[in-house]
């Protein structure tokens, strides 16, 4: 079924913006992954992750040695796959991962550690002493003062197995060289996440304001139909039509405002889009100084093994790369602030627009009592209208019958009592000329 389907559905995403073979991988479906590699492998997740680093997480082995040759060393916010198994403590991905990802041994040794996995951080250990990949993470390390001891360590033991780093007194922990870079991973995350929640939020309003000129322009159309069919019957509903014409006003003008927001709305998402490509080319940025520190780390290491004599001047170099991380750290916080104010003037933004929708249910709300009071005054006009009728019938019969005057009376006192029960002016105007005519008869 699956084999069927592939050539036509391969490559589409559901609501969620996954594709069939991230499902597949958090499923742990190893036969559906092996069917869908060749297809959709390297494909991203909104959160931007492979299936590759899905697998790694879960500790789903036949997942990752399938995936492992094809989406092997890519990264989601600068962190593979075998990071991500070293985190979770899955060290089977984690011995599978280490011959297609040596870049990342390091990274994967720093975040094992973290998280106290001993057995993981062990093997990735062995893995360094032996020489076998190059001491290179994959993601940058903070330099400190204790990078000398650290040194000093392996210089101890350039060619025998240096001692088990988690048993030895003087083990320098590797949290302190991957705490700021981990908190800076998160702040980027949690950014990012707020951003694109703003985008929804602002897409679903704009989609119930085009919703609402819709409802807006429909009953605009029925008014216009009331207004022309009520003109013909009485000069009784001008004064609706009035007002009726006062509330399309409003209307029109709430339109005008409408208009206005959204056009804000949509350069605060330029600037939004504006601000998120200046953040990644300080990240571009901040890659290049990683890979810096990494170089002249490097430079560090094979200096300390030919000259003792010269660890003053590392030392200024490594404080001079201090400085450059603080001010990194300086102006990502200012950037946290400015970006803080833009979601304020965003809620600001969508409570104007709640409240605008909530003035416009009230103009509905009026809209229909208005037609409600047509329709009544409407169905008055036609009784009255039988009334008369009625009544001018009754005086035609009189007239052909000429009856006594007393019966003429009767018919002058009828009149009088319906001109006193007459809701409106014309009305009675109308039952003062039936007195006429009654009059002329006579």
Do not use: W
Not at 152 to 172: G, H, R, V, W
Not at 326 to 351: A, F, G, P
Not at 429 to 437: A, D, F, N, Y
């Amino acid at each position: 079924m699956v084999k069927n389907l592939l050539p036509s559905f391969a490559g589409q995403q559901n609501i969620n913006g996954l594709q069939a073979i991230h499902i597949a991988a958090q499923k742990n479906f190893s036969n559906l992954v092996s069917l869908l590699a060749n297809v959709e492998s390297r494909s991203l997740t909104p959160q931007h992750e492979t299936a590759l680093m899905i697998a790694a997480k879960a500790g789903y082995l036949d997942i990752v040695k399938i995936l492992a040759p094809l989406e092997s060393r890519m990264t989601c916010q600068r962190i593979c796959a075998l990071q991500f198994a070293a985190q979770e403590n899955h060290i089977e991905c984690v011995k599978i991962l280490t011959a297609y990802e040596q870049n990342a041994i390091v990274g994967g040794f720093c975040a094992a550690r973290a998280r106290k996995h001993f057995e993981i951080a062990n093997h990735l250990q062995q893995l360094m002493q032996s020489h076998e990949v190059a001491p290179i993470p994959a993601f940058s390390v903070e330099i400190h003062q204790e990078d000398d001891d650290l040194l000093d360590m392996l210089e101890a033991s350039p060619n025998k197995s240096s001692p088990n780093l988690f048993n030895t007194q003087a083990l320098i922990e590797p949290a302190v060289y991957t705490e700021k870079i981990l908190q800076l991973q998160d702040e980027i995350q949690s950014l990012s996440e707020q951003l694109t929640r703003s985008n929804e939020m602002l897409q679903q309003s704009s989609v119930l304001i085009q919703t609402q000129q819709a409802e807006l322009e429909k009953e605009q159309a029925r008014a216009k139909k009331a207004e022309e069919s009520n003109k013909q019957k009485s000069r009784s509903l001008s004064q609706a039509q009035t007002n009726c014409d006062q509330l399309k006003k409003e209307i029109s003008l709430r339109e005008e405002k409408i208009s206005k927001l959204n056009q804000d709305l949509n350069s605060e998402q330029m600037e939004q889009k504006k601000l998120n490509q200046k953040i990644r080319l300080q990240n571009d940025k901040y890659l290049e100084l990683q890979q810096k520190k990494a170089a002249q780390i490097q430079e560090l290491r094979d200096q300390m093994q030919q000259l003792t004599d010269i660890k003053n001047e590392k030392h200024k170099q490594i404080s001079e790369v201090e400085n450059i991380a603080d001010q990194y750290i300086n102006e990502t916080y200012v950037k946290n602030q400015i970006i803080q104010s833009l979601q304020n003037e965003q809620e600001k933004l969508i409570r104007e627009i709640s409240i605008i929708t909530n003035e416009k249910e009230q103009l509905n709300e009026t809209i229909i009592e208005f037609q409600n009071q047509l329709k009544e005054q409407i169905n008055v006009n036609e009784q009255m209208n039988e009334k008369i009728g009625i009544l001018l019938s009754e005086i035609d019969s009189q007239n052909s019958k000429r009856e006594e005057p007393e019966e003429k009376n009767e018919t002058e006192d009828l009149l009088n009592k319906l001109e006193d029960k007459m809701p409106t002016e014309q009305l009675k105007l109308v039952i003062q000329k039936l007195k006429l005519r009654v009059a002329e008869q006579k």
